[in-house]
């Protein structure tokens, strides 16, 4: 078995443990038999658990960014595409097994005690909110916006979880069409 497809057995296990059921409650032996990778193998890949839900993290990071910037890539106007980002929210909020965003649950386990969990969830974070900030810029909307939006999305993930509803994507979608319309009338909400 080749390192590369090993690495990625472990991670696509972990990836459903981690998620599913929590970082802390999960050990290296259910991963290795969800897996079906050796011990030795598997720490061969991941010399730790740190490093194993580092690895987690990171590529989680990498695919939730992709994933929704080609759902809002399919919406032309600058508007639609803000708006497509509390759409995309709903969809992944109706997904099977959707138990709330894998960063804030992973910060909320770990990041008293790991600097490193801390700081990925951060950068996953500051990386949305340049996302929400380039296209409130490309909708040419005052800067004020972004904070608004992203308490918006955050906000929705958390009670979604929560209330096991996709409900507040698009009650959050509402509410940024509001903020939207506000931005385009000048008013200043930050006063």
Not at 103 to 129: M, P
Request: glycine residues 6%.
């Amino acid at each position: 078995m080749e390192l590369e497809t090993t690495e990625q057995q472990v991670l696509d296990a972990a990836e459903e443990l981690f998620y599913g059921q929590g970082i802390q409650s999960v050990g290296m032996d259910a991963i290795r038999a969800a897996s079906a990778v050796p011990l030795k193998r598997l720490y061969q890949a991941f010399p730790s658990k740190n490093s194993l839900v580092e690895a987690y993290l990171r590529r989680r990071d990498a695919r939730w960014l992709r994933d929704l910037a080609q759902h809002v890539d399919t919406y032309e106007s600058p508007t639609q595409r803000i708006l497509a980002v509390f759409d995309w929210l709903f969809l992944w909020f109706n997904e099977p097994g959707f138990r709330g965003c894998g960063f804030i649950n992973s910060f909320g386990e770990l990041g008293a005690t790991s600097q490193t969990v801390a700081d990925i969830a951060r950068a996953h974070k500051n990386a949305f909110r340049r996302y929400l900030g380039d296209l409130v810029a490309a909708a040419e909307a005052p800067t004020w916006l972004t904070d608004h939006l992203v308490l918006l999305a955050e906000g929705a993930m958390t009670t979604a979880a929560i209330s096991g509803s996709p409900e507040p994507a698009r009650h959050a979608k509402d509410a940024a069409r509001i903020l939207l319309r506000t931005a385009r009338t000048g008013i200043d909400v930050t006063v």
